[in-house]
């Protein structure tokens, strides 16, 4: 159990350093995100996978850190 959630830590260290990175990256290159999706076309594209990595980046992130704390979600029992 202990090993787990050394494991838990980890990697919710991890997903935490990259949800700042990508945070970090786009405060750096926002001006340049904005001119190519001003482009139009398929270039709207771009901010959606932005959205869609941070969205998926910062999930497990939020996961992981739970899961090290010991929190869990509570089960419903199925559908009644």
Do not use: C
């Not at 494991?7 to 904005?34: D, N, P």
């Not at 001119?35 to 941070?54: D, E, L």
């Not at 739970?66 to 199925?78: E, F, N, V, Y």
């Amino acid at each position: 159990m202990a090993s787990n959630r050394s494991q838990e830590t980890k990697k919710a260290f991890a997903y935490g350093f990259a949800s700042a990175g990508l945070y970090l990256l786009l405060f750096v290159y926002a001006k340049a995100i904005m001119q190519y999706s001003a482009q139009g076309g398929w270039y709207f594209v771009i901010p959606v996978a932005v959205a869609f990595v941070f969205s998926y980046v910062h999930g497990n992130f939020t996961s992981y850190f739970w899961d090290a704390l010991g929190i869990k979600a509570k089960s419903s029992g199925g559908a009644k």
